[in-house]
């Protein structure tokens, strides 16, 4: 194993110090727990919005606290979830009394300790609900989920829901736009080669030399292919077709679109899959809006990417526009 670390079992409280030396401006971290909290928060009169898994996703989700963003994110050890106190104590810190938002991703242990944590923020008054993300159209249920997996089409749903929120929007109306995105949005991945979690020290799957996944979660969930590697094209093909063909995406729809790099891709890779995903929307009479390209949700090494494709109407187009300055995602 070759890892720029010390100690494996210290690799998340020494990413969590390093990311709040180098951006003081902000976030701040919880005394006592593996949560990153807006230096800001909580801001009067606004909903707060709160985000979390396991670590090894980087930039998600503590990349995107900011302006018109999350507020607090709940980082867990390597792939796995944060525990309830974790949750609830992020929801508490960034509370003005406006209530919270929870955007979890469809994971088990995830959506077990977010619920928990809800129920005992409801216990000492803090108003919290959940929003569920589950765009990865590869599987129906894998090793982490009962459903569909959450990935990267979550980074759509801290945008959005983040504008809301940062416009005075009550939790209501914050938790409404939420999930239309979450019914708007599918994505699908593939990985070209595994990942290495620092406490175990090997790959936690193996690929040959020549071969690739097709539908990959982002811990290493089994796919639903496993083939020679092929021409970019045909890959995108491949992945573009389930995604369109899930809600489904018809002609006249217009969509934001992220290609999405899992942590050893280079942004020329990713280039040359976004061309793919144009030239198939065009074809389709599909009208792309926008268009994000680079790491938003990885998976530590893993070498691969996923596409998102999300539905837009006026609301969603003029919240995905809205300002937003977090660490990773900053949008004038």
Do not use: W
Request: aromatic share 4%; with cysteine; proline share 4%.
């Amino acid at each position: 194993m070759k890892k720029l670390i010390n100690a494996p079992e210290n690799v998340v409280q020494e990413m969590l110090a390093g990311m709040v030396m180098a951006h003081p401006e902000y976030v701040r971290k919880l005394e006592g727990y593996q949560c990153l909290v807006n230096a800001q928060a909580p801001v009067a009169g606004k909903v707060g919005l709160v985000s979390g898994g396991g670590s090894g996703h980087e930039p998600a989700h503590a990349g995107f606290i900011g302006r018109g963003m999350l507020d607090a994110a709940c980082v867990g050890n390597v792939f796995s979830s944060p525990t309830p106190d974790h949750f609830l104590e992020a929801a508490k810190a960034v509370d003005s009394g406006a209530g919270v938002l929870m955007v979890i991703k469809n994971y088990s242990g995830d959506l077990m300790n977010s619920q928990m944590a809800e129920e005992m923020a409801e216990f000492e008054g803090v108003k919290v609900t959940r929003v569920i993300v589950d765009d990865d159209v590869a599987v129906k249920n894998s090793t982490y989920t009962t459903g569909r997996r959450g990935i990267a089409g979550t980074v759509f749903v801290h945008k959005i829901a983040g504008a809301k929120a940062a416009q005075g929007a009550s939790l209501d109306e914050v938790k409404a736009v939420a999930e239309k995105t979450v019914a708007n949005v599918r994505s699908m991945g593939m990985a070209l080669s595994p990942c290495i979690v620092p406490i175990a020290g090997k790959a936690n799957f193996s690929l040959a030399e020549d071969e690739m996944e097709i539908g990959m979660g982002i811990h290493g969930e089994p796919g639903i292919t496993r083939s020679k590697i092929a021409p970019a094209d045909e890959i995108v093909s491949a992945l573009m077709e389930k995604i369109l063909d899930d809600i489904p995406f018809v002609a006249g729809d217009e969509v934001a679109v992220m290609v999405n790099g899992l942590g050893a891709t280079p942004l020329m890779e990713l280039y040359i899959v976004n061309r793919k995903v144009a030239e198939i929307c065009a074809a389709r009479g599909i009208s792309i809006y926008r268009t994000f390209v680079g790491e938003y949700m990885t998976a530590l090494e893993m070498a691969g990417a996923s596409i998102s494709v999300l539905r837009l109407d006026p609301e969603l187009k003029a919240l995905l526009d809205a300002p937003a300055d977090a660490i990773a995602f900053k949008q004038c």
